[in-house]
C-alpha cells in the first residue's frame, strides 16, 4: 500500500466515528470511499443500509452485505461521507474525477452533515490544478465547452466516458478558480449542463485529510 493509500485508509476510518446507529448513510464513490465502504461492511448489523452515489459503489456496498436504498424511499440523510479530488481551507471541494459527480452533489444536498475523506496531497490554498468536471447532455457537448472557454481554461472532452446517467464529461484544464461560488452558479447556468463538480455551495462540513479533522 502506497503513503497516499495508507492516509486515505485513515481518513476513511476516522468518518466510520460519524456513522450513527440505526441510519442510512450516503456513500459516494473512488479510491478512498472504498476503504470506508470495508469498514461500514464490518459495521453493517449496526446501521440500516446505504444509499449510493454511483454503480460501482453499490456493488462494493452489496459485497460487503450492505443493503442500497434508492433516495427516493428513504429523504433526508442524517450524513454523507464521500472523498474529493481538491479541497480548500473553506472546504470547498473538486469532485467527478470518477465521474460520479451529479450523483454525488445530489446526495450531499440531501444530506445534513457532509464528512469529506481525503489524503492531505490533495489540500490546496486555491482551487483549480485538477482539472474540473463538468457532466453534460451528451448533444450539448460542443455548445457547453464554447460556453466553458469563456471562463478562461481549456475544456477537454473525457472521450469514452458515459456517466451512470448517460452523460458525458468536460474537463476544463487551466483554471484558477478564485470565486469557487459565483463560478459553479455561472456554470450551472449554461444550457447542456447537468452539473459542475464544484462543491461550494454547499460545502462539505467535514474535511478529514489523512489523521487531520478541518471544520
Ligand atoms: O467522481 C468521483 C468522485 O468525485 C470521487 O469522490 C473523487 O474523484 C475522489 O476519488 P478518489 O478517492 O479515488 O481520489
Given at each position: 500500500?502506497?503513503?497516499?493509500?495508507?492516509?486515505?485508509?485513515?481518513?476513511?476510518?476516522r468518518a466510520?466515528?460519524y456513522?450513527?446507529?440505526?441510519?442510512?448513510?450516503?456513500?459516494?464513490?473512488?479510491?478512498?470511499?472504498?476503504?470506508?465502504?470495508?469498514?461500514?461492511?464490518?459495521?453493517?448489523?449496526?446501521?440500516?443500509?446505504?444509499?449510493?452515489?454511483?454503480?460501482?459503489?453499490?456493488?462494493?456496498?452489496?459485497?460487503?452485505?450492505?443493503?442500497?436504498?434508492?433516495?427516493?424511499?428513504?429523504?433526508?440523510?442524517?450524513?454523507?461521507?464521500?472523498?474529493a479530488?481538491?479541497c480548500d481551507p473553506q472546504r470547498r471541494l473538486?469532485?467527478?474525477?470518477?465521474?460520479?459527480?451529479?450523483?454525488?452533489?445530489?446526495?450531499?444536498?440531501?444530506?445534513?452533515r457532509f464528512v469529506c475523506v481525503v489524503?492531505?496531497?490533495?489540500c490546496?490554498?486555491?482551487?483549480?490544478?485538477?482539472?474540473?468536471?463538468?457532466?453534460?447532455?451528451?448533444?450539448?457537448?460542443?455548445?457547453?465547452?464554447?460556453?466553458?472557454?469563456?471562463?478562461?481554461?481549456?475544456?477537454?472532452?473525457?472521450?469514452?466516458?458515459?456517466?451512470?446517467?448517460?452523460?458525458?464529461?468536460?474537463?476544463?484544464?487551466?483554471?484558477?478558480?478564485?470565486?469557487?461560488?459565483?463560478?459553479?452558479?455561472?456554470?450551472?447556468?449554461?444550457?447542456?449542463?447537468?452539473?459542475?463538480?464544484?462543491?461550494?455551495?454547499?460545502p462539505a462540513d467535514v474535511v478529514i485529510a489523512?489523521?487531520r479533522v478541518l471544520g
Amino acid at each position: 500500500m502506497t503513503d497516499r493509500d495508507t492516509q486515505k485508509r485513515q481518513a476513511a476510518e476516522r468518518a466510520l466515528t460519524y456513522v450513527e446507529d440505526g441510519k442510512i448513510v450516503g456513500v459516494g464513490t473512488g479510491s478512498t470511499v472504498k476503504f470506508f465502504i470495508e469498514g461500514l461492511g464490518r459495521m453493517r448489523d449496526r446501521i440500516a443500509g446505504a444509499v449510493s452515489s454511483s454503480e460501482q459503489s453499490t456493488a462494493l456496498l452489496q459485497q460487503h452485505g450492505i443493503e442500497v436504498f434508492d433516495l427516493n424511499a428513504v429523504g433526508p440523510l442524517t450524513l454523507y461521507v464521500d472523498g474529493a479530488d481538491e479541497c480548500d481551507p473553506q472546504r470547498r471541494l473538486i469532485k467527478g474525477g470518477g465521474a460520479a459527480l451529479t450523483r454525488e452533489k445530489i446526495i450531499a444536498a440531501a444530506s445534513a452533515r457532509f464528512v469529506c475523506v481525503v489524503d492531505p496531497a490533495k489540500c490546496v490554498d486555491v482551487l483549480g490544478a485538477f482539472a474540473l468536471p463538468v457532466e453534460v447532455i451528451p448533444m450539448a457537448r460542443s455548445h457547453v465547452a464554447r460556453a466553458l472557454a469563456a471562463f478562461g481554461g481549456q475544456p477537454v472532452w473525457r472521450d469514452g466516458v458515459v456517466t451512470d446517467n448517460g452523460n458525458w464529461i468536460l474537463d476544463v484544464h487551466g483554471l484558477r478558480i478564485t470565486d469557487p461560488v459565483g463560478l459553479e452558479r455561472e456554470i450551472n447556468q449554461i444550457v447542456g449542463v447537468v452539473s459542475v463538480g464544484l462543491f461550494a455551495a454547499r460545502p462539505a462540513d467535514v474535511v478529514i485529510a489523512g489523521d487531520r479533522v478541518l471544520g
